[in-house]
């Protein structure tokens, strides 16, 4: 089969360069157009050369519906706003999808399963191995322990991250609420400020600290009387998730539309 043709939007940024580098480090795929906003100072430079490697002969365009008509699949670490028009045109052109973007609302993520009704869509709040398998992990405890114990996440990202539980936060959440069996959406206690009262019963509970250049770091917190279990994640480098995002777009090609998760890409949906 001949190398996967892919499109990295927001090719400028923290993880459009970082995916940059991790598609000319692997086999089977190939950078086909870097795309940036219109105005940004970066269109016209080199992808390669960006991203702190040889020249590529890539210069990043505004022409993002030019460049999914030539690709077989698109990395999206982006911002909602923009995830969302990436989404009707990646399906128009029946490509895989990948998103990598957090922040996104319930309605986003309804608009793109409908898009995932003619597209591949693979979508994370974290790509990386590490915190897949914490997922499953902190199902499996929150299932074992039981609402006798009170779990809190706690997150630590870069002074310049926007949206805050970061989605890693939430992924870890879900699978704590789906190990309790019940929704995240009416246990989550998302801040705490002022005279808040005790803790509800069953909350699951988010923490979130800003500072500096940390790259990503959550541990999940399960409090019992006289005892604690925590679980964490520590992500020294946007490599690992970038080499996931990369591994999501090969396994993608040639799959039947549908909204996929990295846990699926890893096969470990089930653990
Ligand atoms: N799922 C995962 O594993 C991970 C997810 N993320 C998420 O990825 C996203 C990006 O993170 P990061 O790289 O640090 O952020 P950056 O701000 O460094 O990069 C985002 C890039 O997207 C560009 N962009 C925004 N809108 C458009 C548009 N309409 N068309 C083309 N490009 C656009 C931005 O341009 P401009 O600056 O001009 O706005 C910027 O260059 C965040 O949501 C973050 O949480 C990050 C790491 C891992
Ligand atoms: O914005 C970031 O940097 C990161 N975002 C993702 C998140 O919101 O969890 C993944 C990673 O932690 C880095």
Same mark, same amino acid.
């Given at each position: 089969?001949?190398?996967m043709r892919?499109?990295?939007?927001?090719?400028?940024?923290?993880?459009g360069r970082a995916?940059?580098?991790? +598609?000319?480090?692997a086999?089977?795929i190939t950078l086909s $157009?870097?795309?940036? =906003? @219109? !105005?940004s100072p970066?269109?016209g430079?080199?992808?390669?050369?960006?991203?702190?490697?040889?020249?590529?002969g890539?210069?990043l365009?505004?022409?993002?519906l030019?460049?999914?008509?030539a690709?077989d699949?698109?990395?999206d670490?982006t911002?909602p706003?923009?995830?969302?028009?990436?989404?009707?045109l990646a399906?128009q052109?029946?490509?895989?999808?990948v998103?990598?973007?957090?922040?996104?609302?319930?309605?986003? +993520?309804?608009r793109l399963?409908?898009?995932?009704?003619? $597209?591949?869509?693979? =979508? @994370? !709040?974290?790509?990386?191995l590490g915190?897949?398998?914490?997922g499953?992990l902190?199902?499996?405890?929150?299932?074992?322990l039981?609402?006798?114990f009170?779990?809190e996440i706690?997150?630590?990202?870069?002074?310049?991250k926007?949206?805050?539980?970061?989605?890693?936060?939430l992924?870890l959440?879900?699978?704590?609420?789906?190990g309790?069996e019940?929704?995240?959406?009416?246990?989550?206690?998302?801040?705490?400020?002022?005279?808040?009262?005790?803790?509800?019963e069953?909350?699951?509970?988010?923490?979130?600290?800003r !500072?500096?250049?940390?790259?990503?770091?959550?541990?999940?917190i399960?409090?019992?009387a006289?005892?604690r279990v925590?679980l964490?994640h520590?992500?020294?480098?946007?490599?690992?998730?970038a080499?996931?995002?990369v591994?999501?777009?090969?396994?993608?090609?040639g799959?039947?539309?549908?909204h996929?998760s990295?846990?699926?890409?890893l096969g470990?949906?089930d653990?």
């Amino acid at each position: 089969m001949s190398d996967m043709r892919l499109v990295v939007v927001g090719a400028g940024g923290r993880m459009g360069r970082a995916l940059i580098r991790a +598609i000319d480090e692997a086999p089977g795929i190939t950078l086909s $157009a870097a795309v940036e =906003r @219109s !105005g940004s100072p970066f269109l016209g430079e080199d992808a390669g050369i960006l991203a702190g490697l040889s020249a590529s002969g890539i210069k990043l365009t505004d022409d993002a519906l030019a460049a999914f008509a030539a690709a077989d699949g698109v990395v999206d670490f982006t911002a909602p706003q923009a995830t969302r028009a990436f989404a009707e045109l990646a399906a128009q052109a029946r490509i895989v999808h990948v998103i990598g973007t957090t922040g996104l609302e319930p309605e986003d +993520i309804a608009r793109l399963d409908a898009a995932a009704n003619h $597209a591949v869509i693979v =979508r @994370s !709040g974290n790509m990386s191995l590490g915190v897949n398998l914490l997922g499953a992990l902190t199902r499996k405890v929150a299932a074992t322990l039981g609402s006798d114990f009170d779990i809190e996440i706690v997150e630590m990202h870069h002074r310049h991250k926007v949206d805050a539980p970061s989605g890693t936060a939430l992924l870890l959440g879900d699978a704590a609420a789906a190990g309790r069996e019940v929704p995240l959406a009416e246990n989550a206690v998302r801040v705490r400020d002022g005279h808040t009262g005790p803790r509800p019963e069953g909350a699951i509970g988010f923490a979130t600290l800003r !500072g500096g250049s940390v790259v990503g770091d959550h541990t999940v917190i399960f409090a019992g009387a006289g005892e604690r279990v925590e679980l964490a994640h520590k992500a020294e480098d946007r490599a690992i998730f970038a080499r996931g995002a990369v591994r999501a777009a090969l396994w993608g090609r040639g799959k039947k539309p549908g909204h996929y998760s990295m846990a699926d890409v890893l096969g470990i949906a089930d653990l």
